[in-house]
């Protein structure tokens, strides 16, 4: 923070984290299913194949934002007409993000289109067959789709994940491929902080009010029992800002995170040099300052916020606003002067 002789209150940040790993092993299911109502009868019967597995993934094992590609090889078993206005629909499960062109191989005269997370190629190779000029497929071609899963929960470690895709062909039963990928989700804990200054600056003068607002949020790929918020880091250290030129005043206002019960509220007793709780709150209640210890005497603030269940929700974060008034030093700056401190949220 900053006090001018006319101007004065700036603010400071802190966090810390760890890094998520995501691994996918993977299993692929064809099967074909018909015959289909679609067939039609004056075309020599053909029959349509799809299979459908992950490439370039390492041993079937990827790291979240890793790219590798759904693979798709569809072919036409044919006496006299090959597979006519064949066409492939692969529907991408939300979890995953298609990152670039969807490819086709093997062929030529192919149309592939993406909508959302679902590809559709259509095949228009010239066919000669029992009824004249068609479009289709004959042979086999190899569908590449680039794909990159998500963010996840921890809490969708050893999830399953199913991709289905269809083939169909109008003198053909239809056949579905199903890739089955099972996500393997590291833990990481991260907690994210801010801090800010209303007004962002004020007045030399003794008993000037700002208030401190801090904001807390559990940036964890988890649900997490504990969201911690301290001001400042080391509150034992000198110069201590809640010691000059700056003293708390009052009793903090907070929103609760979401899915925690609880919350104790701490001061740092300069005195003493030790933490001094409060009676633990149910949520969503009040919190109050610590008795027995002097307002002069408190040198920095702590909130604990707990979840019996370890429910406090990813994302969740609580905001905590505090008044502190100028002291009696703030008079003797005579030029504008900057107070840092350093705030730190924990999980």
């Not at 997370?117 to 590449?144: C, D, P, R």
């Not at 009696?328 to 002067?337: C, K, L, Q, W, Y």
Request: proline share 6%; net charge negative; glycine share 8%.
């Amino acid at each position: 923070m900053t006090i001018n002789s006319t101007r004065g209150l700036g603010g400071n940040r802190g966090a810390r984290g760890l890094a998520a790993a995501v691994a996918l092993a993977a299993l692929t299911l064809t099967t074909v299913v018909g015959p289909s109502p679609a067939i039609a009868a004056d075309f020599s019967p053909a029959r349509i194949s799809l299979d459908k597995s992950p490439t370039e993934a390492d041993g079937k094992v990827v790291q979240v934002g890793e790219v590798f590609d759904w693979k798709l090889t569809v072919a036409c078993d044919f006496t006299d007409d090959a597979c006519v206005n064949a066409t492939v629909v692969d529907h991408i499960p939300s979890d995953f993000e298609i990152t670039g062109e969807v490819t086709v191989d093997g062929v030529t005269d192919v149309t592939p289109t993406v909508s959302g997370n679902t590809i559709t190629v259509v095949f228009s190779q010239a066919l000669t067959t029992t009824q004249g000029a068609a479009t289709g497929l004959k042979g086999t071609a190899t569908i590449s789709v680039p794909v990159r899963l998500v963010d996840l929960d921890y809490q969708d470690d050893g999830r399953i994940f199913v991709n289905e895709a269809t083939a169909t062909a109008a003198n053909s039963p239809d056949a579905v491929a199903e890739g089955q990928v099972t996500a393997s989700v590291d833990l990481s804990l991260e907690a994210g902080v801010t801090k800010s200054y209303a007004p962002e600056s004020n007045l030399a003068l003794a008993g000037e009010q700002t208030t401190v607002t801090l904001t807390a949020t559990n940036n964890s790929n988890s649900e997490v029992g504990t969201l911690t918020v301290q001001d400042p880091v080391d509150p034992g250290a000198t110069p201590n800002p809640f010691q000059s030129p700056l003293q708390l005043s009052g009793d903090p206002v907070v929103t609760w995170p979401s899915g925690a019960t609880s919350a104790v509220y701490s001061v740092y007793d300069v005195s003493s040099g030790t933490w001094v709780a409060a009676v633990p709150v149910d949520a969503p209640g009040a919190l109050t300052t610590p008795v027995g210890v002097a307002p002069s005497d408190i040198g920095g603030l702590r909130i604990v916020f707990s979840s019996a269940t370890g429910s406090i929700g990813r994302g969740a974060s609580s905001t905590v606003s505090v008044d502190v008034l100028n002291t009696s030093d703030a008079t003797g700056i005579t030029e504008p002067t900057h107070f840092p401190n350093t705030v730190r949220a924990t999980v």
